[in-house]
C-alpha cells in the first residue's frame, strides 16, 4: 500500500478513445494527434506544477514539458513519460497512439493489459466514462490506471474523497489529498483506492480533496514563470495578416464554404485563439461589451468557443473560433443550444437558439463580402 498525495485524471471523449487508436489514413487529413489532451481549465500550469515537484521542466516554445517515471497499476512495469503544454488551452500526455512509430502508450493503458479497444479502429465508437488517471504518491512514485464501470473504491469513505473524479459530468481535474487519508494497493488494477484506517474519513467532505483556487498572487507567479509578455496593441492590418496567413484553407470571398469546411479535421492553429482574440478586441460577438469587465491591464476579459467542438472534429480555424464573454461560454456548453448550422450565415450573422431564445453571432467584415 502506497499513501496518495494527488489525482490527475481525464474522462476520454469519444474524439480521445478514436484518435488513441485509428491507423493512418482512415480519416482524411493525416493519422491523427498522438496525445492525449488535458484542458487548462481544468487542471492549470500552478497545479502541473505542484504535482511534479521536484522534476526539472523543459522549457519549450509551446510550454512546460516534464519526463518521469512512470509506473502502471496492477503490472510490475514501469517507463519514462513525457506530459507538456501543447497550447496555450491544454496540457497532453505524449505517444498515446498506439499505431505512432513513436508510440508510448502506458502499460496499463494497454489493450494488452485489459483496457478497453474498438472492435473497428477505423471508425468512431463512442465511448462511456472511461477514465484514465495519473497519481503521486508521498514517496512520491508516479502511478498510471484507468476504470469505467467499476468504481476503484473498496470502500464508501473511499468513494467520497474521489466524488469529482467518480463524477461523470466531470472531464478532468486535480485532485490534493490531506495526508493520512487516502491509499492506493499498487496490486490491484480493479479497485485499487481505499481509506487508510483510522483516518476518520466518515467526517471528510469532497472539497478538502479537491484542488482550491490559486490565490492572486500565485497565478502571478505563475504567469511570470511562464513569461507571458503583454504587448501592446497591434495594428489590425497586422492582425489580419497573422491571422488568416495561417489558416491554409482560407479564401477570400469564399467565407460559407471556409465555414462548413471547419468541421473537417485539420492541423490545429496553436496561435488563433490568442490571436482571434485580439482580432475583436475582447468583445463578444454575441452580446458585445454586454457582461464584460477589464482586466488589470485594461484590456476586456474574453474567452474563444469552438462552435465545432474540438471533441466532434473541430479545429482552431479562425472560422470556427468565435470571441466570447464567460456567460455567454458556459450558456454556450450547457444551455440547450439548437444545431449550429453555419453554411446558414448571411451578412457575417447567424442567428442560433440558446434556451429557446435568439442570439446573434456577429463575424468580422473581412472576407464576409
Known amino acids: 500500500m502506497r499513501e496518495v498525495k494527488y489525482i490527475i485524471y481525464r474522462r476520454l471523449t469519444t474524439t480521445d478513445f478514436f484518435n488513441m487508436y485509428k491507423p493512418k489514413g482512415s480519416e482524411k487529413g493525416g493519422g491523427g494527434q498522438s496525445y492525449i489532451d488535458i484542458p487548462y481549465s481544468a487542471v492549470p500550469f500552478e497545479a502541473w506544477e505542484k504535482f511534479f515537484k521536484g522534476i526539472k521542466y523543459e522549457k519549450t516554445k509551446s510550454g512546460p514539458l516534464w519526463r518521469f517515471k512512470i509506473n502502471s497499476i496492477g503490472f510490475s512495469i514501469s517507463q519514462e513519460l513525457?506530459?507538456?503544454?501543447?497550447?496555450?488551452?491544454?496540457?497532453?500526455?505524449?505517444?498515446?497512439?498506439?499505431?505512432?512509430?513513436?508510440?508510448?502508450?502506458?502499460?496499463?493503458?494497454?489493450?494488452?493489459?485489459?483496457?478497453?479497444?474498438?472492435?473497428?479502429?477505423?471508425?468512431?465508437?463512442?465511448?462511456?466514462?472511461?477514465?484514465?488517471?495519473?497519481?503521486?504518491?508521498?514517496?512520491?512514485?508516479?502511478?498510471?490506471?484507468?476504470?469505467?464501470?467499476?468504481?476503484?473504491?473498496?470502500?464508501?469513505?473511499?468513494?467520497?474523497?474521489?466524488?469529482?473524479?467518480?463524477?461523470?459530468?466531470?472531464?478532468?481535474?486535480?485532485?490534493?489529498?490531506?495526508?493520512?487519508?487516502?491509499?492506493?494497493?499498487?496490486?490491484?488494477?480493479?479497485?485499487?483506492?481505499?481509506?487508510?484506517?483510522?483516518?476518520?474519513?466518515?467526517i471528510i467532505s469532497e472539497d478538502r480533496a479537491v484542488f482550491k483556487p490559486i490565490s492572486s498572487k500565485k497565478k502571478q507567479k505563475a504567469l511570470e514563470r511562464q513569461k507571458k509578455i503583454i504587448r501592446q496593441p497591434r495594428p489590425e492590418e497586422e492582425v489580419l495578416k497573422v491571422l488568416f496567413d495561417e489558416d491554409e484553407n482560407y479564401k477570400p470571398g469564399y467565407v460559407k464554404e471556409r465555414l462548413v469546411m471547419a468541421k473537417k479535421i485539420r492541423a490545429r492553429n496553436q496561435r488563433a485563439s490568442n490571436v482571434i482574440k485580439e482580432l475583436?478586441?475582447?468583445?463578444?460577438?454575441?452580446?458585445?461589451?454586454?457582461?464584460?469587465f477589464k482586466k488589470k491591464d485594461g484590456t476586456l476579459y474574453a474567452e474563444v468557443h469552438h462552435l465545432v467542438l474540438l471533441g466532434e472534429g473541430g479545429a482552431d480555424s479562425p472560422f470556427n473560433l468565435i470571441v466570447v464573454n464567460p456567460l455567454i461560454h458556459r450558456m454556450l456548453h450547457y444551455a440547450d443550444v439548437n444545431d449550429i448550422d453555419l453554411s446558414k450565415i448571411e451578412h457575417n450573422k447567424l442567428t442560433i437558439k440558446i434556451n429557446g431564445q435568439n442570439y446573434t453571432i456577429t463575424w468580422h467584415e473581412v472576407g464576409c463580402q
Open 280 to 292: 475583436y478586441k475582447g468583445k463578444c460577438q454575441i452580446s458585445g461589451e454586454e457582461f464584460a
Open 82 to 202: 513525457e506530459i507538456g503544454q501543447r497550447r496555450a488551452q491544454t496540457f497532453n500526455i505524449r505517444g498515446q497512439k498506439i499505431t505512432s512509430r513513436e508510440a508510448n502508450r502506458v502499460k496499463a493503458w494497454h489493450p494488452d493489459n485489459g483496457f478497453p479497444q474498438p472492435i473497428d479502429p477505423s471508425k468512431r465508437q463512442h465511448i462511456d466514462n472511461l477514465v484514465i488517471y495519473i497519481l503521486r504518491t508521498m514517496d512520491d512514485e508516479y502511478w498510471a490506471g484507468w476504470f469505467q464501470d467499476i468504481i476503484p473504491c473498496k470502500t464508501e469513505a473511499c468513494e467520497n474523497i474521489l466524488a469529482s473524479m467518480l463524477d461523470k459530468g466531470n472531464g478532468a481535474g486535480f485532485l490534493e489529498i490531506p495526508e493520512g487519508i487516502l491509499q492506493v494497493d499498487v496490486k490491484d488494477k480493479i479497485t485499487p483506492f481505499s481509506t487508510i484506517s483510522g483516518s476518520g474519513t466518515s
